[in-house]
């Protein structure tokens, strides 16, 4: 309690700063801004040119895919879709070369080829009379214009039939995913959630089947086919993708193991079982992982070309877009790469759309998977 006859102690003030000095300034927080800013300059240009590096060969497929036969036999002719410029000349068809004519280049149509001289016509004044160039035509850069040949798509189209081969394509890709889905969800809920004797070493058993070559069960694996008549249909596509794989079960089967077990103990007293469990607890938070594990299968279905060889030769009508695309490639590569870049191109369309509608999730079940628990 402060009586009122006792003075009372004041604040102690602040001497002022004299008048020359100054705040101290911060110069270590504006280098560290400044590498921080080099730094990420650095990160971003070294991953930039990776994404222009591991694009480039994707870049090159669509530019050959728009490409004319000529154009892609020619060295000299340009990375873009082009053709040589060509003019009408009284009734003939002139290409445009770039000629070295007094001290500079003028473009001008050969109209009369010579080893020594050559004659030629002015493209914007066709009514002047002719030029004459001395040297060798044959050392001379044709003009090229902008001219895509999208016909390259229409022709793979129509020779491949393209439909039937897509259609086929897609069923054996999604009931193979299907199957995929199906079993090893259930081979990893039982790994992830049950207690077994012998469940470690099980699992491990599994996870070794991964370092079996696939070349090592060819031959058995036909021998069987072969023996019960499945050679020459789908069954030997679809039904092995029923039975689960090791790899798609241990991604899953980390990603359930995520999942706390109080969930499954909760679903428990409300009177659910393991399978009610699975469906009703399990699944809906599974999702981005077998977005991921939907998306792995997918794509290896879509491009797989050794099994599709195997199982259905001679059996036109049920071969995959690889397996045709493959024959179409050993008639026409040498005449017309383009169409067959064409048919790449077509071919990895559907892939990439399905790719990019589920990216998120399926970044997310990678990411997930690799989280120890």
Known sequence: MVRLDQPTATPARAEPAPSGSRLPRRPRLRRRTAANAGRSFTLTFIGVVLLAAFLSPLARSVLVSIKSPDQVSQASSPVWPADPKVIDYQGQSLTVYAVPLDGGERDLALLTKGRA????????DLAAPPITWVGSWRSLTPVWTFAPQLSNYTDVWDQVNFPRLLLNTILIALISMLGVLVSCTLVAYAFARFRFPGRNLV????????FLPSAVTLIPTYTI???IGWVGTWLPLLVPAFFANAYDVFLLRQYLMTIPREMDEAAAIDGAGPFRTLVSVILPQAWPVIIAVGIFHFVYSWNDFLLPTIYLVGHEDLVPLSVGLAHLSGLHNAQNPGMIQAGTMLTILIPIAFFLLFQRMFVRGIVITGVEK
Do not use: E, G, R, Y
């Open 117 to 124: 001289s050559s004659t030629f016509v002015d493209p914007q």
């Open 203 to 210: 699992f491990m058993l599994v996870i070794a089947t991964i």
């Open 225 to 227: 086919f072969v023996k």
